[in-house]
DNA sequence: GGGTTGACTGTTC
DNA sequence: CGAACAGCCAACC
């Protein structure tokens, strides 16, 4: 399956949060030098569902939602709660700062 | 080639 | 402070 250049470099950037840090739709659209296409993000990571390579999980909504996940919302806050990151409804940015991952 | 959809976001009510 | 609205972007049909 071939992906699209977009498709990969979000891959890549998501495949570069370290365990326990979390990183947001927003953040990693910024770092592909397109600030807004933050849903496009998720929407490429929505079809690539690399549980083992890419730990999409990582990523939440730039308002401390926990966003979405193929396998279940769910499964993506265990997930996160397993790394140390509590994820609760409206958490603002501000206090994902400590856990935040920021690229280059 | 045009319209729809979605793992989003910032602003307005 | 919480809910609703309207933009934005890339993939899919």
Known sequence: MILTNFEQTVLT????????RVSTYALVARALGR???ARAVGNALHRNPQLVTTPCHRVV???GQIGGYRQGSSRKRALLEQE???VNRHQS?????QA???FS
């Open 93 to 97: 940015v501000a206090n994902f700062e």
């Open 100 to 102: 935040l991952y920021r």
């Open 35 to 37: 600030p807004e296409a």
């Open 84 to 86: 140390g990151v509590t």
């Open 13 to 20: 950037l998501v495949r570069r949060i370290p365990a326990g």
């Open 61 to 63: 909504r730039s308002d």
